[in-house]
């Protein structure tokens, strides 16, 4: 390159504005032997204004023609028109203007829409049993405990992950039922909160007695899609609390084989599976569940959902029993221990005192 140089300089080429750089002249190839020295010949140092740029001297007439690049960006955007888009969660090309290429997300399918159940009740309009103090509205102090429990564990919830819960016993007799179907009633709130309350007990189910209601369907029927969630469930007003049985209550009492076949539930992934589909619907599950001593259905659920509270009864569990009870549940999803029974004195008013239990009298 430097030869090159040195040879336009000699011929002075270099300051001949009428030509473009590396156009030749009509007199260049007859001059082409004097242009290039022969090797014989002493080159001569060009002078030290020959390195130095000057604005002047730049030709405005010189154009640089570009690459073609658009017709290789046409035939790029035309092979990925033609191309199949990917599906799935990949991303795809697509274009939102001629020659202006941008990635998108495939879309994300919507969530499924709950639908209230076919059957909606007043609480007003049901026997309910009496020892529900919080549903039944028959005892003002135990309804207030259960409201102080129900604070307790959405403030659990508002700290960990915790939207499905059990409530079991060590043994039975302890007052799960009642603990559970009192507190799922002061946890739910029609306008705030959807909460659903689901008896798990195969053999003996309670629920529906204690809440004076019949369902036609329940979440058996559900996993054995014999029955969808708005013809299994039943809603009781004014709290708006959804209920929901293993099976139909009459079936419940014509068979004394209850339990025969719905066992096996337990030991596959439709009970996990339909309560993950619940919970796209529900804000909190509580679920009633048979003695965890006891039944291999509790200990199953204990594994599965975000927390287990047991219910013991004052003066009558043993601790061996509770001890036991908590070792089948694992240590993250334990929430605690609940005292069913006992007795304390409570002041009404400003002069009376009355003894009253913490959270049931009964089952």
Do not use: C
């Not at 589909?277 to 039944?295: A, G, K, N, T």
């Amino acid at each position: 390159m430097g030869r090159v140089y040195n040879a336009l300089i000699k011929s002075d080429r270099w300051r001949d504005r009428s030509r473009r750089i590396g156009a030749p002249s009509a007199s260049d190839e007859e001059a082409s032997e004097q242009t290039f020295p022969h090797s014989d010949e002493q080159w001569t140092s060009p002078p030290a204004d020959a390195y130095t740029w000057n604005p002047k001297d730049f030709d405005p007439a010189v154009e640089f023609e570009p690459a073609d690049f658009e017709s290789e960006k046409k035939d790029f955007h035309e092979e990925a028109h033609h191309s199949t888009p990917d599906t799935g969660n990949e991303l795809a090309l697509s274009q939102t203007k001629p020659g202006v290429p941008r990635l998108r997300v495939a879309s994300v399918p919507a969530p499924p829409v709950f639908t209230e159940p076919r059957r909606a009740l007043s609480v007003f309009d049901l026997a309910v049993e009496p020892h529900l103090a919080a549903v039944a509205a028959s005892d003002a102090l135990a309804a207030e405990r259960y409201r102080t429990l129900a604070v307790r564990i959405l403030n659990l919830a508002s700290r960990r992950k915790l939207k499905t819960m059990l409530v079991t016993s060590a043994q039975e007799g302890e007052g799960k039922s009642t603990v559970a179907a009192n507190l799922a009633w002061v946890m739910a709130k029609k306008e705030e909160r959807r909460v659903l309350l689901i008896d798990s007990d195969l053999r003996r189910p309670s629920i529906d007695r204690m809440l004076g209601i019949e369902t036609e369907n329940g979440w058996l029927d559900m996993i054995e899609a014999r029955a969808k969630l708005q013809e299994s469930a039943v809603r009781i007003d004014p709290n708006g609390l959804y209920v929901l049985s293993p099976r139909a209550t009459r079936e419940a009492e014509a068979r004394s084989d209850y339990h025969v076949g719905g066992s096996d539930a337990f030991t596959s992934s439709r009970v996990e599976e339909m309560l993950r589909d619940l919970e796209h619907f529900f804000d909190f599950i509580v679920i009633d569940s048979p003695p965890i001593l006891e039944f291999a259905d509790s200990q199953r659920l204990a594994s599965i959902v975000d927390g287990t509270m047991i219910v013991v009864r004052a003066g009558r569990t043993h601790h061996d029993a509770v001890t036991d009870a908590l070792k089948l549940v694992p240590k993250e999803r334990r929430l605690g221990v609940a005292l069913n029974g006992s007795q304390i004195e409570e002041e009404v008013g400003y002069y009376r005192k009355k003894k009253t239990g913490l959270f049931g009298r009964k089952n």
